[in-house]
């Protein structure tokens, strides 16, 4: 248990482990564990952001959803009215063109009507003409009196 | 004990003499007793102080360098979990009581806590496994723990206390430095008073860091020798609490001398008014 030159040895010996600690050891360490610190930091703010974006598209999703819905009621409302637009015109065109047929069956029922009044004028005028004929027999010339026939037959 | 023949007396002191080792006549001599180590003087060497401790602080060194080297900054696993807890926790402490900056407190702080925690620890080896090795390798006497040889802790100690005055005089200049010393806490007109006062507040840092550690494991050291002289069969009963007890020592005084190294090193950072 003598004082000796021991102790100046350790003192040497002290300094050199404190140096290269200093040198060799502290520095590299500490750089990673900051390096891991702010790894770890950035990572979070990613997921951080990460979760906001994701939130940012799930509203922007159900913003899209609601607006193609609206979209669809909208064309939907819009191919009903059409429809029954469509049903109207139909039914007006229908109904036009019932009366448009109704209307020349009438007007052919008239000319058929007229025509076969007209021939029955000619021939009530044959008959009368051939009764009047027979009743005059010769006296009446056909073609001396066709003039008065025919105004006779316009009357009638 | 080692050998029947010896007496208490004897086995103690043969457990608590250093190899020392040094110069005479032109060859190198290993003492064999107290009084012939006494009569090399100053200008001898505790072998067995300097070889463990040297061992001890290159495993340190080595294990951090190891992990030092490829520090990478992905999941930390095995060896790098518990250098970076260390670095933390030394971190922690630094930045607990230091409250300037300077590069150099950390690491010292770090070499000094595992540095003197090893040294400490090699209490905890049974009194006798490493005399005995030495003895069947011829060397007569071998202090296993090098914190139980005051020139160990002196050594550091004065490392500490070159770094105080280092650091005072760099960070208030000389002047500042001697009036520390001079002027205060009395004023311009008691300065014998307050020379005294403040050399001996600057001396008692380093004697009270080497003492306390050296005290503490020289004592431990001592018990545990003492409780070698039982018989084997009973041993036991005391030496396992006493090692288990000795397990905080060993941890606490590493720490309290970090602790006030760092504490002194504040000191010599702060002005004083």
Known sequence: MNINATLLGQTIMFAMFVWFCMKFVWPPIMAALEARKKQIADGLAAAERGKLDMELAAKRAADILREAKDKAAEIISHGDKRASEIIEEAKAKAEVEASNILERANSEIEQEVFRAKEQLRTQVSAIALAGAGKILSREIDAKAHNDLLEKLVAEI | MTSEALTSTEYIRHHLQNLTCGMQEGHIHCAHDAAEAKAMGFWAINVD?????????????????????????????????????????????????????????????????????????????????????????????????????????????????????????????????????????????????????????????????????????????????????????????????????????????????MTLTIVYLDMAHQEHH
């Open chain 2, 49 to 257: 102080t300097l070889g463990m401790s040297l061992l001890l602080g290159l495993c340190f060194l080595f294990l951090f360098r190891s992990v030092a080297k490829k520090a990478a900054t992905g999941v930390p696993a095995g060896a790098q979990n518990f250098v970076e807890w260390a670095i933390e926790f030394i971190d922690n402490s630094v930045r607990g009581s230091f409250t300037g900056r300077s590069a150099l407190v950390a690491p010292l702080a770090l070499t000094i806590f595992f540095w003197i925690f090893l040294m400490n620890l090699m209490d905890l080896i049974p009194v006798d496994y490493v005399p005995q090795l030495a003895g069947a390798m011829g060397l007569g006497h071998f202090k296993v723990v090098p914190s139980t040889d005051p020139n160990a802790t002196i050594g550091m100690a004065i490392g500490v206390f070159f770094l105080v005055i280092f650091y005072s005089i760099k960070i208030k200049g000389l002047g500042g430095f001697i009036g520390e010393l001079t002027l205060q806490p009395f004023g311009k007109f008691g300065l014998p008073a307050n020379i005294f006062l403040e050399v001996v507040n600057l001396i008692a840092k380093p004697v009270s860091l080497a003492l306390r550690l050296f005290g503490n494991m020289y004592a431990g050291e001592m018990i545990f020798i003492l409780i070698a002289l039982l018989p084997f069969y009973l041993q036991w009963t005391l030496s396992l609490p006493w090692a288990i007890f000795h397990i905080l020592i060993v941890t606490l005084q590493a720490f309290i001398f």
